[in-house]
């Protein structure tokens, strides 16, 4: 044996790149490849373009589909299943389970979802425009969502620079980040019970506490493109930079520490920690799943997929790596760590 969501541009201009460069190009069809340590299963569906995945309360993997307006689940044997979303004139992006067992996503209509594990679309909410002085109209394109310590849920919306608040029943509170066009792109409780996010283009790390206080740190590599980002077993916040190549490090009272990736172009798209206590990445343009002790000791492993451009990854909890990858397929390490 040798991370958003893709950090370089944001996730809708990325969807269409690849719908545009790979039309006609992907074959329908089932089953799984495996290579070494990594098994490939192919989506039923053409141009799919999987996004986020995230383990589930009944054991299986569910995913975005960004590309086919569609929830999927994977089982560990590589079963797929797909649920198409009720919502015209748009792509899922972001999910997470709630305390509820339900599953809830952002739309880039505007509009944050809940479905059942069973398929049942049970509420759609529509993200009230902002008001912005001297702009008429500013569309929410919601990218990122997790729920808070406070029970509800929170929210990065790019296209009007605010983080979000919404309870389970549809009211929100917004609050604009402080930076102009930062465009935030994830979030996440952080250790401290405050919501910490990356912002995109503002090369930042903001944090937010439940009443809506801003502090903003800047990431020490000029024009990073910051992606995903998680906490630490060590308490700190550890977060992917795109064009930086790099994996960053900040602490709750924002010391900053980064990680040049071994591969270059390896273009961090998403990170995770896992149950070694590492953290697990994959690399968008270096077409690696990555392995970083905190130390900063990287293990790499190619996908077998040329060009499968992976984008999610999640841990399953019986210590298995999924991740998604935008050549219509959901890739697997069974067993990642030996």
């Known amino acids: 044996m040798k991370r958003h969501k893709f950090a370089l541009i944001s996730p809708f201009l990325s969807l269409a790149l690849f719908q545009s460069a790979f039309a006609g190009s992907l074959q329908n069809g089932d089953g799984a490849t495996c290579q070494k340590d990594i098994c490939e299963y192919r989506l039923p569906k053409i141009r799919s373009v999987p996004g986020t995945i995230v383990p589930g309360p009944d054991g299986a993997m569910w995913f975005s589909e960004n590309g086919g307006n569609r929830i999927g689940r994977i089982t560990q044997q590589g079963k797929i299943t797909e649920f198409d979303i009720p919502i015209a004139n748009g792509n899922p992006f972001a999910i997470t389970f709630g305390p509820d067992g339900a599953l809830w996503f952002t739309h880039s209509a505007g509009k944050i979802g809940r479905m059942t594990i069973q398929g049942d679309f049970t509420n759609v909410f529509t993200v009230p425009p902002p008001i912005v002085p001297g702009i008429p109209f500013v569309p929410s394109i919601p990218t990122s969502l997790t729920f808070g310590p406070d029970g509800a849920i929170w929210f990065v919306d790019n296209g009007p620079n605010r983080v979000t608040r919404m309870t ?68 700190a916040l550890w977060f992917a930079e795109g064009i930086g190549n790099k994996i960053g490090r900040v602490t709750t009272d ?62 399953a909890p019986n210590g298995s790596l999924w991740f998604t990858e935008k050549a219509n397929k959901i890739g697997a390490m069974p067993h990642p760590i030996k």
Do not use: C
């Open 254 to 315: 924002g010391q900053m520490t980064e990680f040049p990736l071994p591969s270059s172009p390896g273009t961090p798209a998403s990170i995770a920690f896992g149950p070694d206590g590492a953290l697990w990445l994959v690399e968008y343009f270096g077409n690696k799943v990555g392995r970083m002790t905190t130390a900063g000791e990287f293990q790499e492993w190619d996908i077998p997929t040329r060009h499968a451009y992976p984008q999610g990854m999640a841990f």
């Open 168 to 235: 389970v029943d549809g009211t929100f509170t917004q609050f604009p980040v402080p930076t102009p066009y930062a465009s935030p792109h994830d979030i996440v409780t952080g250790p401290d019970s405050a919501m910490w996010f990356t912002e995109f283009l503002g090369g930042k790390i903001g944090r937010v506490t439940l009443d809506g206080t801003f502090t903003e740190f800047e990431v020490p590599t000029q024009f990073p493109v910051l992606g995903i980002l998680t906490a630490g077993p060590d308490g």
